[in-house]
């Protein structure tokens, strides 16, 4: 059996070991949990190698890692894009200086895709791609457009910006915000990688600035007033034209009046002709007729009965005739 001496020695030695555990515990233990804040999104990654493990991503709050093991951060708020002053071209081949800001949140669920493509080297990334996307946009306007239409142009801008950072892919969650699913974006099940674009949701989008340069003004107002020049010659040349044509027209008028107008004359000349020949024939006929009827009521039979009827209705129809009877010859006569 044991002495007492080595109980002693055996009881020392198991405290020193749990001393070292218990050491050990208090400092390893504290350095196994690691912090994520409320606004951080993280990978796990192991100290000593420096893995990273992308299989699942982590949000705010404690966890129990390991002493070996820290998180990657990236950021779950707002990240802020200020393109400032930079130049582009309008349609009318015109630079001008624009400034804009938009607000842009990394996708959790697309976050190991962003880690693969860029790691946590993406903000200069977006930023070039918001530019060019914006330079895109632009030039279908010109630069009184700029001035006149800035809410449609903001409109445009953010829709570029969007889909060049965020792809054309529906969100999974549509009501998560506003245009987390536009007009005609493609179903998830039917979206490719190259439809996710750079796996970020742009929410926000402001146009606060467009500068036109004094020498793009000058230029800008030499474009203006040559288009003008251009435009008054074109209207003097149109108002000859039109005047000549005006005038073509009013003679072509003038001629179809005329030739109206004669044929009117025409037509109612023999108009006229034609009704008096009706007339004198209608009366010639009427006149046949009541010699016929009064020759049959008088008993006029021979032709030198009618004769002197008709010299003696002639003579009866001029003025300046006065017809007398003699009774005792049984003439008549007639005195001048």
Known sequence: MPGVGENK???????????????????????????????????????????VDTSMV?????????????????????????????????????????????????RKDELPLLHT???????DVMKRSAVDAIKG???VYNTTELKTKRPEIERVLYKAVRERLGGTCCRPDCSAYLNACPKHCKPRDKCKLADLALHVDVKYFQLTNIVIHNDVMERFMENL?????????????????IRKQTDGKVAEIK??????????????????????????????????????????????KTQEQKNSFDYLRTLRGLDHV????DFQQRIAGSIG
Not at 29 to 47: A, C, D, H, I
Not at 63 to 70: I, M, R, S
Not at 225 to 241: C, D, F, M, S
Not at 322 to 325: E, S
């Open 58 to 106: 982590y949000s705010g709050g404690k966890y129990f890692l390991g002493p070996d093991y820290e998180f990657k951060v990236f950021k779950a708020d707002a990240q802020f894009l200020d393109l400032v002053n930079f130049r582009v071209f309008t349609r009318d081949k015109l630079e001008v200086s624009i400034t804009a800001h938009a607000q842009y949140f990394l």
């Open 117 to 123: 493509a860029y790691d946590v080297y993406y903000e």
């Open 322 to 325: 006065h017809l007398t009877v």
């Open 137 to 139: 946009a632009i030039p």
């Open 9 to 51: 020695c055996l009881f020392y030695l198991i405290g020193i070991v749990v001393a070292v555990v218990g050491f050990v515990l208090v400092i390893v233990l504290p350095m196994s949990f690691v912090t994520l804040e409320y606004n951080e999104y993280g990978f796990r990654r192991q100290k000593s190698t420096g893995s």
């Open 255 to 300: 001629n179809q009046a005329k030739e109206i107008r004669e044929s009117a004359e025409s037509e109612s000349q023999k108009i006229r002709v034609v009704s008096e020949a009706e007339y004198l024939s209608t009366i010639e006929k009427a006149r046949g007729t009541g010699l016929r009827k009064l020759y049959d009521s008088l008993g006029i």
């Open 225 to 241: 007033l040559l288009v003008e020049k251009n435009l008054r010659e074109k209207h003097i040349q149109n108002a000859t034209v």
